[in-house]
């Protein structure tokens, strides 16, 4: 969450980042937090008041006790006792305001950067590149959901009686070709210097508070009321949470990891062609990466991030283009995200297969993650996140792209990993 300081510090700035998310009314909520804190101010003021009053009369009653001035520590007394009452009061009222304030402060979205366009929709985002050779498919090409079944690699119908509709099964050389992928782009990321971490598959209501999933997107979680726990819908969540309540040392930043998983979402509302086949799931496999930074560096490690995402690409030859998302489809949390988006030629279309974010301290803030300096201040850090890759649409593209007369054929990089160059 945004740090109140800051607000009152940069109220105007703030407005403005804000706008450019459309938060509406947003001048009213910021000045109403501002009010909320000063409220919060004042009586934090008046209990420390009294506790100092209160620190004082314990002095002058065991003075006049000692004097033998019995009748006037008990008038004294007596108002040590009024103290007590008034200072429970506004203790409660305290208490009150700042769950309020806080809570205020959880529903309102990361500012975005200045820099982040303005719009409305992803009709509004802004391209800044395409990358690759567009493939040459033969006349009769078709979608990856036919590939799917004419070479029994995904079956669509036996998730559906196993489970329901968007849990695939995948079988033979699709799921081989899953697990190659899952260990191609680990290798990617150790080699650039990620940490490998495998992570829990659910995370507690503290967890998804952390990184901004909660109160903003319950509806889009699986949830388990029993327990209190929540089906993760990226790695981002458990990696980042791994620094909840942590006070690093700024020697150690950038701390880089990378970590497979297992994702669920709900995609409430998804429906039509754009969810059919391995378009859009509710569970789907996908290779996170996750950087704690400092603030100073942040945007320089985006950059980098946004690298290693595109050299995956290149690597599997897949053509792609690069999206700045404006502030009507950046996500609650972000203070700036890419999407990449590779090219499906038998479908005729892009479709996204990651996003490269910058949450700035937005995501410190709720966690309490922090650095120490070399003169032992404390800092809140930045947090971000890229997926590299999620598996299903990049398959897809793989199998549409490649295909043949004679089969699908893999690339050279992933050959290794597969023990075949050639689905057939």
């Known amino acids: 969450m945004l740090q109140i300081q800051y607000i009152r510090e940069h109220t105007d700035e703030i407005v403005e980042r804000l706008g450019i998310k459309n938060v509406p009314d947003v001048r009213t909520r910021v000045e109403e937090l501002l009010r909320m804190d000063d409220e919060r101010r004042a009586l934090q003021k008046q209990l420390d008041d009294i506790k100092a009053r209160q620190n004082q009369l314990a002095k002058e009653i065991g003075g006049l006790f000692k004097a033998g001035r019995c009748d ?8 040590t006792a009024q103290l007590k009452g008034q200072e429970k009061e506004l203790g409660e009222h305290s ?3 700042e769950k309020v304030l806080r809570e205020a402060l959880l529903s309102l979205p990361n500012a975005p950067h200045i ?4 719009g409305r929709s992803s009709n509004d985002n802004v391209e800044e590149g395409r990358y690759g050779t567009m493939p040459v498919l033969p006349p009769d090409a078709v979608p990856h959901w036919e590939l799917c079944v004419h070479y029994d690699l995904v079956d669509f119908e036996l998730g559906n009686k196993i489970t329901g509709t968007g849990f695939p ?5 699709g799921a081989r070709l899953q697990r190659a992928l899952i260990n191609f782009f680990l290798d990617r990321a150790a080699a650039a210097g990620f940490s490998e971490v495998q992570p829990p598959l659910m995370v507690n209501e503290a967890s998804g508070i952390g990184t901004g999933q909660l109160p903003d997107k319950e509806g889009q979680m699986y949830a388990i009321p029993l327990d209190g726990y929540y089906m993760i819908p990226t790695a981002e969540v458990p990696i980042t949470n791994i620094y909840r309540d942590t006070i690093v040392a700024a020697e150690r930043l950038p701390i880089r990891h990378a970590g497979y998983s297992e994702c669920f979402r709900r995609e409430a509302g998804s429906y039509g062609k754009d969810v059919r086949g391995l378009n859009r799931l509710h569970e789907f496999s996908k290779v996170e ?3 704690i930074e400092h603030p100073d560096r942040s945007y320089a490690q985006l950059e980098l991030m946004k690298q290693h995402v ?3 690409l290149d690597e599997l030859g897949l053509p792609y283009r690069i999206l700045k998302l404006c502030g009507g489809d950046i996500s609650f949390t ?3 995200t890419f999407d990449f988006e590779v090219w499906s030629a038998a479908q005729q279309k892009w479709l996204e297969v990651s996003s490269v974010s910058n949450f700035e301290a937005y995501q410190a803030n709720r966690m309490h993650l922090r650095f120490r300096d070399a003169d032992g201040r404390i800092h809140l850090a930045h947090t971000l996140n890229g997926s590299a890759l999620a598996l299903p649409r990049i398959v ?3 199998l549409e792209n490649n295909q043949s007369a004679d089969g699908i054929h893999m690339p050279a990089c992933l050959q290794p990993y597969l023990g075949f160059d050639t689905i057939n």
Do not use: D
């Not at 820099?115 to 303005?118: A, F, N, Q």
């Not at 099964?169 to 050389?173: C, D, E, I």
């Open 72 to 79: 006037e520590a008990e008038q004294l007394k007596a108002e």
């Open 95 to 97: 208490v009150g305001v």
């Open 115 to 118: 820099s982040v366009p303005r």
């Open 169 to 173: 099964v995948y079988k033979g050389r």
């Open 289 to 291: 990466i996750v950087v």
């Open 310 to 312: 595109g050299g995956l």
């Open 334 to 336: 972000s203070a700036m």
């Open 396 to 398: 897809a593209a793989l």
